[in-house]
């Protein structure tokens, strides 16, 4: 026989790969070399049968401590642990709880995507805050979600230890019964199994049999640039796992994007409002503003009016669509002060006068007032 290749290698996974990808990985490999997809092939065949070998000591969390300690040598040859599949059928009757049902693509996890009467596990639902910079620059936010995952006890079989599941007696591990109607015959759910194919006669105990357990996992989740309050972004195979072979549901992300102090958001523009004064409206005068990464200079010109915009193009937020970017909105408003020193008050006087305007007389002091009080009573 031909010198062994590393089991990870083979499922192309990492050596810290959970159960649940390693498990996947084989679905994947399974998928591609079945037997039933490549007829008389003998190259598919082999790797169908080296996949199955590498899944069976990975799954195992005994048999991969030993792998990765020693190596193939730590299985220790034939009949301690190494496997060794003679045939094809061999490898489905050892794998029942994945391939359910005999093996065959049409009945099993491997038809036309997941095959006939699996269903997909149920989607999930998790909602993220981020703040308006991480809406703006993108970020990778790890959550903590409590999900159902393959047990350990039993590999997601449900089978006590020891015992493994058989294919069920009333559907003979289709998962589907057929009930005749008038000229046809109607597939349903088979009651017995309830559509699993597989009927276990003891189950695991750490699970009570579904072969899942529930856990709190961590979970990256990628956030585009761009993302606005109450995006919904689909993370897919992250949901509960399938009751029956099937795939994981998708996890929902609903976005949450925090306030910000100064900017706001205009479809793909951020907008800010910058207050100026009186001279730089008139004279004219060059800004330094926030922006989204860092800053920008605006000039603002000689007779500027309050409420007037500026655009900073490129500067807002990332467009979906084709990648391009919004703008940011400068908005100056110019704010009239609110008490002046003697000489400002003098200069606008001054200024009036030039107007020609009339304005309200001198303020006068508290002590002015109560003498023209009683000097007029
Ligand atoms: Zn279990
Ligand atoms: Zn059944």
Same mark, same amino acid.
Do not use: W
């Given at each position: 026989m031909a010198k062994?290749?590393?089991y990870y290698t083979i499922l192309g996974v990492d050596k810290n790969a959970g159960a649940d990808e390693i498990r996947k990985a084989f679905h994947k490999l399974a998928m591609k070399y079945h037997p039933d997809h490549n007829p008389g092939n003998k190259t598919a065949e082999e790797k169908?049968?080296? *996949?199955?070998?590498?899944?069976?000591?990975?799954?195992?969390?005994?048999?991969?401590?030993?792998?990765?300690?020693y190596g193939h040598e730590g299985l220790g040859g034939d009949g301690q642990g190494a496997p060794n599949f003679t045939s094809v059928e061999d490898i489905f009757s050892q794998f029942a709880d994945i391939f359910g049902s005999g093996g065959s693509i049409f009945e099993g996890v491997f038809g036309g995507g997941f095959g006939q009467g699996t269903r997909a596990g149920a989607s999930l639902k998790c909602k993220v805050n981020i703040t308006f910079e991480e809406s703006a620059s993108? $970020?990778?936010?790890?959550?903590e979600l409590r999900r159902n995952e393959i047990c350990d006890a039993c590999g997601g079989s449900g089978a006590a230890s020891g015992t493994k599941p058989r294919h069920c007696a009333t559907c003979g591990g289709r998962g589907q019964i057929y009930r005749s109607q008038g000229f046809f015959s109607v597939a349903q759910t088979c009651p017995a199994c309830r559509g699993k194919g597989m009927t276990i006669d003891k189950p695991c105990s750490a699970?009570?049999?579904?072969?899942?357990?529930?856990? $709190? $996992?961590?979970?990256?989740?990628?956030?585009?640039?761009g993302v606005e309050e109450g995006t919904r972004l689909r993370i897919p195979d992250e949901g509960?796992?399938?009751?029956?072979h099937g795939p994981r549901g998708d996890l929902y992300c609903y976005i949450s994007v925090k306030e910000h102090d100064f900017f706001t958001r205009q479809g793909d523009d951020v907008v800010c409002q910058i207050p100026i004064t009186f001279s730089q409206a008139a004279l004219g005068t060059e800004l330094e503003v926030p922006t989204l990464k860092n800053k920008a200079r605006v000039k603002i010109p000689a007779g500027t009016q309050s409420g007037q915009v500026f655009r900073l193009r490129g500067l807002g937020f990332r467009r979906f669509r084709d990648k391009t970017e919004g703008d940011q909105i400068v908005q100056v408003v110019v704010e009239t002060p609110k008490k002046l020193g003697q000489r400002q008050e003098e200069l606008f006087r001054e200024l009036a *006068?030039? /107007? /020609?305007?009339?304005v309200s007389p001198q303020r006068k002091g508290f002590m002015d007032r109560w003498k023209d009080y009683f000097s007029d009573s």
């Open positions: 062994k290749r590393d169908f049968k080296e *996949a199955a070998e590498a899944y069976q000591v990975l799954r195992d969390p005994d048999k991969r401590k030993r792998y990765d300690m993108g $970020v990778t936010k790890t959550i699970c009570g049999g579904s072969g899942h357990t529930p856990k $709190v $996992v961590r979970i990256k989740i990628p956030i585009p640039p509960e796992p399938s009751d029956n *006068a030039m /107007d /020609d305007t009339y």
